[in-house]
T-cell receptor, first 113, second 111 residues
Framework: GAVVSQHPSWVICKSGTSVKIECRSLDFQATTMFWYRQFPKQSLMLMAT?????????EQGVEKDKFLINHASLTLSTLTVTSAHPEDSSFYIC?????????FGPGTRLTVL | QKEVEQNSGPLSVPEGAIASLNCTYSDRGSQSFFWYRQYSGKSPELIMSIYSNGDKEDGRFTAQLNKASQYVSLLIRDSQPSDSATYLC???????????FGQGTELSVKP
């Protein structure tokens, strides 16, 4: 089956630092990947759509300069949370789109102190 | 009105019973519909996808779609404690795979 990995699975950082999260499709190519954020007891909120070789499309209210997305290849997309603050603490989940379905990564738990 | 709405939970059913989860959506142009299960602290996993009106069965799970009523449901037969999770309804409006999620319904199956 289609497998998507994320790295790291969890990260703790100090306020003001930047954190990079990687999303990889392991056994298939994905021209489109999606980044979600999920706060406790809430549903997934789509942050942005990442397309290989082009700029990401951000959802309304998501700061593109704070959440930098790079989709450098058909199997890798990265999300960088710049100058992270405690309110950015959340569960970040990526998904890769292929053949009409989204395949989700295991998620990255970010805690900003 | 939210684009995708699910019945409020938590929903509690006894082991062996049928759990019924409901979802409505606002965009008539929606084309694909998905049910995901999410355990606490984990990412969602796909249970069922449905694209045309009617029922679709997979083991203990049955998805039902009624496009005229803009309604999609998930039935879980012979519910097990391991089914206890949050169930997310998601709708694809055909925009390159973009999914809109409902708020989720928490299901608790009591032994």
């Amino acid at each position: 089956g289609a497998v998507v990995s994320q790295h790291p699975s969890w990260v703790i950082c100090k306020s003001g630092t930047s954190v990079k999260i990687e999303c990889r499709s392991l056994d298939f190519q994905a021209t489109t990947m999606f980044w979600y954020r999920q706060f406790p007891k809430q549903s997934l909120m789509l942050m942005a759509t990442s397309n290989e070789g082009s700029k990401a499309t951000y959802e309304q209210g998501v700061e593109k300069d704070k959440f930098l997305i790079n989709h450098a290849s058909l199997t890798l997309s990265t999300l960088t949370v710049t100058s992270a603050h405690p309110e950015d603490s959340s569960f970040y989940i990526c998904s890769a789109y292929s053949a009409g379905e989204q395949f989700f990564g295991p998620g990255t738990r970010l805690t900003v102190l | 009105q939210k684009e995708v709405e699910q019945n409020s939970g938590p929903l509690s059913v006894p082991e062996g019973a049928i759990a019924s989860l409901n979802c409505t959506y606002s965009d008539r142009g929606s084309q694909s519909f998905f049910w995901y299960r999410q355990y606490s602290g984990k990412s969602p996993e796909l249970i069922m996808s449905i694209y045309s009106n009617g029922d679709k069965e997979d083991g203990r799970f049955t998805a039902q779609l009624n496009k005229a009523s803009q309604y999609v449901s998930l039935l879980i037969r012979d519910s097990q404690p391991s089914d206890s999770a949050t169930y997310l309804c998601a709708v694809n409006r055909g925009q390159g795979g973009k999914l809109i999620f409902g708020q989720g319904t928490e299901l608790s199956v009591k032994p």
